[in-house]
C-alpha cells in the first residue's frame, strides 16, 4: 500500500510537471504567433523618476524603414500588465506593436506613495513608444480599461504638446469619455481629429449611469440614449434636435482636415469581463482597423487568444496537482517520513447528532461569513484619516476577513466538541488536531518547501517564457521580493488561521464518518461547496439584482468594487479542499495542506492587486 501510494504520488508530480510545461509552451506558441512576434519584458525610467514595467508585442517585421503601427494597452486599478492578453494577441498578430504596462503601484512597476501621480501612467508609456524607430508615431493607439481607461484619456489630451506627434486613436473599454468643458459645462469635441471610440457594457457595475438634462435617468444597458453619448457620436456638439446615433456604428466626419471617427460599442458584459470578452475584442479589432490601418488584416470575428488562455488554466491546474503530489511524495522520505500516517484517517459511525449540530454550525458559518464580509473589508481599507494601514488594502481587507472567518469556524468546533456525546467526541491525537512540537515544525517545513516549490514554476514560465498562470481575474503570476515579504506579513498569518481552521474542520469534524471515507468523493464536493457559499451567495446577490434590475445591490463605500475580488475565490476556496482533503486522507495531518494553501493563495492574491509604497 505504502509503494503504491509513493508511485502514485511520483506520477502526479510528472503529470504536473508535463501540464506546466505545457501551458508554457503553449502560451508561448500563441502569443508569439507562432514565433513571427517577439515578446519582450520591459523595465525603463520614466520622466517622473519612477520605473515601469512593461511588456512588448513586436511584430518581427517592423523595423526603421518599415514601421508599424502600435498600440499602448493599460490595466484597470487592481490588476496587470497580462490583464491586457486579448489586446497583446490579437493586435500583435495583425501586425501592431503592442505594449502593455504594469500601471504604477501595480505588478512590477515601482510602488507610489500615494495615488497623486497614478493617473499619469498611460502618458509615460506614450513618451517611450515614441522612441522606438520601428514605430509610425503618425499611428500611435491608445487603449485602456477601467481605471487604464482614464490613464489613456488623460495621455491623448495631454500628449499632443507640439513637439510630438498627436495620438491617432483612443479606445475607451469600460471608462468614460471626456463629453465636456470642465470650466464651463458646455459640450465640445475634446479630441478634434482623433479616432474615438468607448466599450461600454450594458451591465457595467460602475459607470455609465447617466442623468439627462431633462432629468431622464438612465442605466448602463440605456447609455446609447444619454446626452453624453450622443453629444460624444456628434462630435462634442450639444445632442438636442439632432438625429439620435446607434450603439456599434462608426460615425465619420473630417476635422482639421481630416477623417475623424466616433463610435460606442454596447455589448452585453459587466465590467470585468470586458477586458475577458469575445465581443469586446471584436470591438477593439474593428476599432484599430478602421482608426491605424491594420497590417495583417484578418477577420475580427478570428481570435486565438481563447486558446492561450486554455493552456494559461492548464498551467494553473498543473500548479495544483504538483503541489499536492509532491507534500505526498515528500512523506515518504526519511526526513518527512514521520508526517505519514500509518493508517488512513480513522472513520467511525457517526450519529445522527452529531451531524445536526454540523448543519447548524456550518449555517451559522455561512450565514456569519457572507454577513460580515462587506463590514470587514471596508473598514480595514484604511484608518479614520483615511491613511492606508498596509501597503495591500485589497489583500489585508480580505485576509482580516479570512482570519475573522477562521476564528468563529474555530469557536463553532469548540461548542459543537463540548455538546457532543462521550461517544461521539473526536480524538484530537488520531485526527492529528493535536499533533506534537516536532511535527509541527516538520510540517511548516515541509508546506512552505512545497508551495515555493510549486511557485517556482509561475517564475520559470516568466523567464523563459514570458507566461505565467491564469485565468481571467484568477493568475498566479510571478512576484518580486516586496511582494514576498507583503505575502509574508502580515497576511500570510491572516491567511494561515482560515485555511488551518477551514481543514480542520473539513478533515477532523465532517467528513469523518464511515460514509464520508466511502464516498470520498461526494464528501469532498458537499464541503467545498459549503466553503465557497459564503463568498459565492454575495456575488449571486450582486449579479442577479444586477442582471435583473440594471444596477448592483451593493454599491455604498465601493462595495461593488468589493464584491469583485471574491470572483478568485469562487475557485481558490473549493480547490484548496479538494487540496486539504486528498493530503489530509494519506496524512491525517490537517496542517499540511493548511499551510500549502494558505501560502499559494496569499502569493496569488498579493501579486495581483495594488501595492503603495
Known sequence: MDNRSKRKAARGVLLAVVLMLISMVGASFIQTSAGRVEVK????????????????????????????????????????????????????????????????????????????????????????????????????GLTGHSMGGMNCDIAALMGDDGVNPPVAALLLNSCFATYQDTATGVYVNAYGSKNVGIIAGQFDEFLFKEVNEDGTVLLAKDFIRSDNAQSFLNFGENPGGKEVRSANTMYRREIDGKEAIRVIYNPAVTHPWSHFSRRSAKATIEFFDAALGTPDPMEPSRQVWQIKELFNLLGLTGMGIFAVNMALLLTHTGMFGSLRAEQEAPSKTVSPRWRRLGAVFGAATVIFCAASYLPIVIGAKSDNNGRLLFAQNTTFGIGLWAAVCGLFMIACMFIRYKLADGEERISLEETGIRPDSRKLVLTVILGAGVAAASYLWVGIGDYFFKTDFRIWVLAAKAVNGEKVLITLFPNLILFLVFYAASSVQINCFECRGEEDVRRAGRSTAVCALTAVAPS??????????????????????????????????????????????RIYRETKNPYLPAVINAILITLISCANTSTWG
Request: hydrophobic share 45%.
Open 41 to 140: 519584458d520591459l523595465r525603463f525610467e520614466t520622466s517622473l523618476g519612477y520605473e515601469m514595467s512593461a511588456l512588448l508585442y513586436k511584430p518581427k517585421w517592423a523595423s526603421a524603414d518599415n514601421k508599424a503601427p502600435a498600440v499602448i494597452a493599460c490595466h484597470g486599478m487592481y490588476n496587470n500588465r497580462e490583464m491586457q492578453d486579448i489586446n497583446l494577441v490579437e493586435l500583435s498578430r495583425r501586425g501592431y506593436v503592442v505594449l502593455s504596462i504594469d500601471m504604477f503601484s501595480h505588478g512590477n512597476s515601482q510602488n507610489l506613495p500615494s495615488q497623486d501621480l497614478l493617473p499619469m501612467g498611460a502618458l509615460e508609456a506614450l513618451k517611450m513608444v515614441r522612441t522606438l524607430n520601428y514605430v509610425d508615431t503618425q499611428r500611435i
Open 536 to 581: 459565492a451567495i454575495l456575488v449571486i446577490m450582486q449579479y442577479v439584482h444586477l442582471f435583473g434590475t440594471g444596477s448592483v445591490l451593493f454599491e455604498k463605500n465601493n462595495a461593488h468594487s468589493m464584491i469583485l475580488w471574491l470572483f478568485p475565490m469562487l475557485v481558490l476556496i473549493p480547490a484548496s479542499v479538494v487540496i486539504s482533503r
